[in-house]
């Protein structure tokens, strides 16, 4: 069994020299500043590296995962199950040493045949402001799987497409409109030297979902009147998180580290009816707040976050969101999302036409009076999706036709971001507003 290459962190987080102090600037000035040199930087070689991968089709794609956690190692199983000897990892980034090991421990053991024969384990040392991988390492990397807590995935995409790489960057690619700018702007870059980026909307890719939404479009249910959908879950657990790095660590309950579940986990069934109801959005309205926390509770989080000076960083993310989202036609989209125990738990989409309605979460069409019309023949299957996602990303890369996934992504990240922004504010919210923002429109 070959040995991993262990590298020390690339900055130690309590250094003081002249080169560690550049990163302990303030997290939103970091934000922009990465925002901006990838907006203004030009890339010299690119498109002649994805020439060569092209050309090059026997030889094997390196690839980089970084963060090694749960999504990490699903799609280290999906990519193991692949037909294909031609891809191997290269590097595991985690700014936990100890995953990146269990990691490599789970491909040695599992999927040895994945693994390079110097594969790097890299950490950060548990700040979000170093980069992630040091300028040597990236020559041993053609790919980079980025499925870090989503308030590290923009500066993390910055990094890959300034240093050449094609990238697969998970949902919902950003906490907050910030970090989605600084994506839609290494995506434009990306395009311009014929790189390849997808995004970890696997649903895409979804036979049973793909079926369901053809029979909608020929007609199945009729005119779409509305849609709702749920995503219904258990707690988490509780966590009294004071610095950066204890948030960083439970950063589903958080908003500037992960969004909330509207944004990291419902994104998912809000991107399938906003594709399949192919209308624009135009506003947003609804309320949210916490279910199993008490007023000492949250008065207990707040002050224990702003002892440690992070006031802003340190809003919780709430329990539960009902958002109406409103499309061009008058068709509305009721979302409910929820994180309690003991409660009904529910995850599904739902489409209601004048003839009858889709229901995603079973793959039927019924007519008005709840019969059955239609029904696939496929199963639920996320792994079989993910593979298949897998493949075309990889084709893309080896057949030098560059795909890039992240506006039609993006508009879906908006979207939760819209119905976010109107539970936060309880007033409507404006899809023409936040577009104006971001400097899309």
């Not at 005119?223 to 998180?241: R, T």
Request: charged letters at 20%; a neutral charge; glycine letters at 8%.
């Amino acid at each position: 069994m070959s040995n991993p290459t262990e590298s020390r962190p690339i900055v130690d987080s309590n250094s003081t020299s002249a080169n560690a102090g550049k990163y302990q600037e303030d997290r939103r000035d970091f934000i922009r500043g990465s925002g901006l040199m990838i907006a203004g930087g030009a890339i010299a070689g690119a498109s002649a590296a994805t020439k060569a991968i092209a050309s090059s089709k026997q030889s094997k794609l390196r690839i980089a995962m970084v963060g090694c956690g749960r999504r990490c190692r699903q799609l280290l199983d999906a990519m193991a199950s692949l037909d294909d000897d031609a891809i191997e990892i290269t590097a595991l980034v985690d700014n936990n040493r100890g995953r990146a090991q269990s990691a490599f421990r789970s491909i040695k053991s599992r999927h040895p045949e994945r693994s390079a024969d110097h594969c790097n384990l890299l950490t950060s040392g548990g700040s979000i402001r170093q980069p992630l991988l040091p300028q040597q390492a990236w020559q041993d990397v053609d790919v980079v799987f980025i499925t870090t807590p989503p308030v590290c995935q923009p500066g993390i995409a910055v990094d890959a497409i300034t240093n050449h790489k094609h990238v697969f960057i998970e949902k919902p690619m950003a906490a907050d409109l910030n970090g989605l700018k600084q994506v839609v702007n290494a995506s434009a870059v990306a395009k311009e030297q014929g790189l390849t980026v997808h995004v970890g909307f696997q649903r895409q890719y979804d036979q049973r979902d793909l079926d369901l939404v053809a029979q909608v479009q020929q007609g199945g249910i009729g005119d779409i009147i509305y849609a709702k959908s749920y995503c219904n879950s258990g707690s988490l657990k509780k966590h009294v998180a004071r610095s950066e790095k204890e948030q960083l660590a439970h950063w589903n309950q958080f908003n500037w580290t992960g969004g909330d579940v509207l944004l990291e986990q419902h994104v998912a069934g809000l991107d399938v009816l906003r594709r399949v109801i192919g209308r624009p959005l135009l506003t947003a309205q609804g309320q949210a707040g916490w279910a199993s926390l008490s007023d000492a509770e949250l008065a207990n989080q707040q002050n224990a976050v702003q002892q440690s000076g992070h006031q802003q960083a340190g809003e919780l993310a709430f329990q539960h969101q009902s958002i109406e989202f409103e499309f061009a036609d008058h068709v509305s989209l009721i979302s409910h999302t929820r994180r309690a125990a003991h409660s009904w738990q529910r995850t599904g989409e739902w489409l209601y036409g004048t003839q009858g309605h889709a229901d995603f979460s079973n793959g039927k069409l019924f007519d008005r009076s709840g019969n059955v019309t239609w029904q696939s023949a496929e199963p639920s299957a996320s792994m079989v999706a993910t593979q298949a996602q897998l493949r075309a990303f990889f084709a893309s890369i080896r057949h030098g036709d560059a795909e890039n996934q992240v506006d039609q992504a993006s508009e879906s990240t908006l979207m939760a971001l819209l119905g976010q922004r109107a539970a936060q504010t309880s007033k409507l919210a404006r899809m023409k507003s936040l577009r104006g923002e971001l400097k899309l429109a």
